[in-house]
């Protein structure tokens, strides 16, 4: 699928007809993997219909590699913005679900589409409000599982992990170094990352440095000064395709990287990975509490959930606490990759 250009959703033949869920999720990997539980519970709970994820084109093959899925209809926003309008075609949807937000936009978005039942928190500008009340303090998989919950559907936020694609990985066992995120305040700065990867390389590890779309600068100074080769890098001109980035990630030996897409990746299939937190804490947006996920995170000795601007312009203050031998430590104390197959969900 085109990552910019909606396309028009059809209903294969042999459908029959079939009702149709539409979730609204129009965000990034991260956000999706993160709602990976929620498109499961919605999955078995209405194991006859066409669940369709309203989701940026470029997510397709991640979108499908959840099992959940059955079809994606393109969406078209800046940034984390709600979809002014989507391209749905045909009658209204049987049961659209909110798993965007809780303002008035995205319900408003489906709202519009005049589904036969629509599952959402609570909006505050409701005139009659339906739906939980929305929590600020609480971890993204635990908050659509709870919305779930409050409509009688059964929903486990560890239902998390994804199978590895069928495809092997460019480079097996690496150390995966991920120095991009989609704001400066979530950067730890870049010759930190280059001082671990050249640490790692000089220990005999084969590491890669990833880079998503425009991150190509960033990530090729990052390896140069790792004293790595220009071939280390994967990405950078465009987004690694999922299925390239997955099958890396899920052979690897393990993931450095801030809080952003990847590590919900790296969580996702079951890989070890060290995450670095700055302005967010991690209890809202970080890994399950295993060995296999170290987080690091220096708090100013409150308990706030975002204690710092999620999108700032320059790095967040409790990300620069995190030091280069403390990331080596981390990476060091993990546990070997966990190699157990993963369920593959039967394709529909």
């Given at each position: ?123 505050p500008g409701a005139p009659a409000p339906v739906g939980p009340a929305w929590r600020d303090d609480e971890h993204e998989r635990d908050r659509w599982c709870r919305l779930l919950t409050w409509y009688g559907l059964a929903a486990d ?13 460019p480079v097996p066992g690496a150390l995966v170094v991920h120095p991009g995120a989609d704001a400066p305040a979530r950067r730890w700065p870049p010759e930190r990352f280059a001082a671990v ?152």
């Amino acid at each position: 699928m085109a990552p910019d250009r909606p396309q028009q959703l059809r209903i294969p033949p042999g459908d029959g007809g079939a009702p149709r869920l539409l979730v609204l999720r129009a965000l990034g990997l991260g956000d999706l993997l993160a709602a990976v539980p929620a498109l499961r519970a919605l999955r078995a709970a209405h194991p006859r219909h066409r669940l369709v994820l309203a989701a940026p084109g470029r997510l397709a093959d991640a979108a499908r590699a959840t099992g959940a899925v059955d079809a994606l209809l393109p969406t078209r926003a800046a940034g984390r913005e709600v979809p002014r309008r989507l391209d749905w075609p045909g009658p209204p949807p049987d049961l659209a679900v909110d798993l965007h937000g809780n303002g008035p936009e995205s319900r408003g978005v489906l709202q519009r589409l005049r589904p036969a039942r629509l599952l959402a928190y609570a909006s505050p500008g409701a005139p009659a409000p339906v739906g939980p009340a929305w929590r600020d303090d609480e971890h993204e998989r635990d908050r659509w599982c709870r919305l779930l919950t409050w409509y009688g559907l059964a929903a486990d936020p560890a239902d998390l992990r994804i199978a590895p694609p069928d495809r092997p990985s460019p480079v097996p066992g690496a150390l995966v170094v991920h120095p991009g995120a989609d704001a400066p305040a979530r950067r730890w700065p870049p010759e930190r990352f280059a001082a671990v990867a050249r640490a790692l390389h000089r220990a005999g590890h084969r590491v890669v440095i990833t880079a998503g779309a425009g991150e190509g600068p960033l990530a090729r100074w990052v390896a140069a000064r790792a004293g790595l080769s220009p071939e280390a890098v994967l990405g950078g001109a465009a987004d690694v395709p999922f299925a390239d980035l997955a099958a890396l990630v899920a052979h690897a030996r393990a993931v450095l990287v801030g809080d952003t897409g990847l590590a919900h990746l790296a969580t996702a299939l079951g890989t070890p990975s060290v995450v670095l937190f700055g302005p967010v804490a991690p209890r809202l947006w970080g890994p399950p509490h295993t060995a296999r996920h170290r987080v690091l995170w220096h708090p100013d000795g409150d308990d706030r959930p975002r204690p710092g601007d999620a999108h700032g312009d320059r790095p967040d203050a409790r990300l620069l606490r995190i030091t280069v031998s403390e990331a080596l430590a981390a990476l060091d104390a993990l546990p070997e990759p966990d190699r157990t197959p993963v369920r593959k969900e039967p394709a529909r």
